[in-house]
Nanobody, 119 residues
Framework: QVQLVESGGGLVQAGGSLRLSCLAS????????MGWFRQTPGKERDIVAA????????YYADSVKGRFTVSVDNNKNTVYLRMNSLKPEDTAVYYC????????????WGQGTQVTVSS
């Protein structure tokens, strides 16, 4: 079982930066792919970025390429999402998720953290 706890959300002006953290607990985390998703009211939850824990291979949605960076700290069992040049349209609840590498669906989810970008 993997448990995920996000932190680092908040209110920031457009053009500013935030760093989200996701503390993961559980065995054999190296087997997992870690994803960051976001969701706004009335819309589906969309993937923003992902990273493979063992290889640090990364994926980014087109909307965040060049602005967001996902990384892992193995010593701290923590996944980060560094968000730069934030835009009002980045406002959402951000979720950390985990799935076993090779599986289709993310099966473990954090509670979410609110990010609000003011114009």
């Amino acid at each position: 079982q993997v448990q995920l706890v996000e932190s680092g959300g908040g209110l920031v002006q457009a053009g500013g930066s935030l760093r989200l953290s996701c503390l993961a607990s559980g065995r054999t985390l190296s087997r997992y792919v870690m994803g960051w998703f976001r969701q706004t009211p009335g819309k589906e939850r969309d993937i923003v970025a992902a990273i493979t824990w063992s290889t640090s291979r990364q994926y980014y949605a087109d909307s965040v390429k060049g602005r967001f960076t996902v990384s892992v700290d193995n010593n701290k069992n923590t996944v980060y999402l560094r968000m730069n040049s934030l835009k009002p349209e980045d406002t959402a609840v951000y979720y950390c998720a985990a799935k076993v590498a090779g599986e289709k669906e993310y099966e473990h989810w954090g509670q979410g953290t609110q990010v609000t970008v003011s114009s």
